[in-house]
């Protein structure tokens, strides 16, 4: 922290020849730092962590917690000991009625061994655990990365994570997305800007991992970068870094993914960051409430570290903040929990933004919704008909939305309402937006051969009875051409239009009149 004093001995290291080149870039990226620190260090960002509940700060040491989207648990790392050779364990609490976290245990006895199980991430909907586990497991070598899969209240018995992420070198330090299907992680591997780098790995409609690929500049440096985390908005990365300019030691410092590319990384302040390490950082979806373990030194070889809270300066948040939806998916005649595929889509961009599954026992998911205009939100399973809504996040992002679902299995004479087919107005143009909505119609029909369905058009009553008739006719119509377009027999498709004879709602309202107009798919 003497970075004025430090000035004057790395000017003497420069100018001394015989250093090594690795040692002179150290010293030049010292240099960096200490000019970084004595133009910003009298510019502090408002900083007050908190100690987080002392329940939960009862170990030696605990630290890179993370929490599930609704923050109602907390998952993180605690060591028995001051030293590394003192047990590791992944523990958990839940949130209690009264804002106080429950007594931390043990996440699972499938999980927590007599060897050490280290830092951790989770999804969203706190169903899908990733962690690192260094001895006692299959394994490609040092330290690689395990997955386990919560079914109820049961953890089930992790599993390497492949060849795609784990080699013979060290892997740590996981960071999921919201939906679970991207993965950050840390590795020493050779192939590395530096010692240790930021890699990425997505899971394929497969499931299977693809080959890690590191994240290159401007995230990665010729110095070490660690402890990722990818906020749930889905586009801004936090990490950990010595290669970046900062206030010495590591510090932490955010990206934004931007045009198809890693923005240029933004240290996060003083006294966020100091000349010590800071490391462990989480970021709830609002973006307002951070988590972070503080590290401090004990003696010469012991450390000790506790579990923070703090409000987050405006300059360190997330450009873009998330918010949530939850729900239990049902089968309609049954009542019987399901475990279906839960879909979000762009829908300007036909694009799959994420995916998740309703827990097999309980039906319960949960998803984090992205700061997109026009979503389109679907619940699927075989043998059922889909679901879909138009979905756009509340104004309000600190709150959730809960919506329940009912999936109707596929039998004659049931219907649903295809909710994201869009028309220009006094038109029975399909727009673009209606692409995702129309290839759900096709895959139905594909995967259920033989299937006969009806196409029926519905308008308001803003127009006379015959015009609403014509309308509603030439829209039913365009669904079915596009359907014919895409390989479906011409003699399982038929067209209605009912203009305004079976509205949904009265049409006092615009809210109403929008319900009234719609496309239904019945089943013939």
Known sequence: GAYSEAKEWINKGLAYDNFPPRAKATLSMNMQHAEFSLKNIDQPVDFKPEPIDDALNQFALQYFPVLTADGSRIIFTKRDGGGPQDDEDIMEAVLLEDSTWSEPKSISKAINTRDNEGTSTISA??????????QGRKSYGGCDLFVSYKQGEQWSVPENLGSGINTKHWESQPSLSADGRTLYFVSDRPEGLGRRDIYVSRLNEEGTWSVAKNLGAPINTPFDEVSPFFHANGQTLYFASLGHPGFGGFDLFKSEFKGNQWQNPENLGYPINDHQDQVSLFILPGGEKALYAHEKKVGRKYVESKLYTFNVPATARPQTIATYIQGVIRDKTTEKPLKAIVELYDLQADSLIAKVSSDSITGKYLMVLPNVDTLGFYIGKSGYLFESRRMTAPQNRETSITNNFNLI??????????????????????????????????????????????????????????????????????????LRDQGIQPENLRAKGFGDEQPLKDNLTEENKAVNRRIELLLL
Request: hydrophobic fraction near 35%; charge should be negative.
């Open 125 to 134: 909907d706190g169903r899908m655990l990733i962690f690192t586990s260094c």
């Open 409 to 482: 299995p596929i039998n004659q004479g049931v219907s649903i309402v295809l909710n994201n087919l869009y028309f220009d107005f006094d038109s029975y143009q399909l727009t673009d937006k209606s692409r995702t909505e129309l290839n759900k119609i096709v895959k139905l029909m594909e995967e259920n051969a033989g299937l006969k369905v009806a196409v029926h058009g519905h308008t308001d009553d803003s127009g006379t009875k015959q015009y609403n008739l014509h309308l509603s006719q030439k829209r039913a119509e365009a669904v079915v051409a596009y």
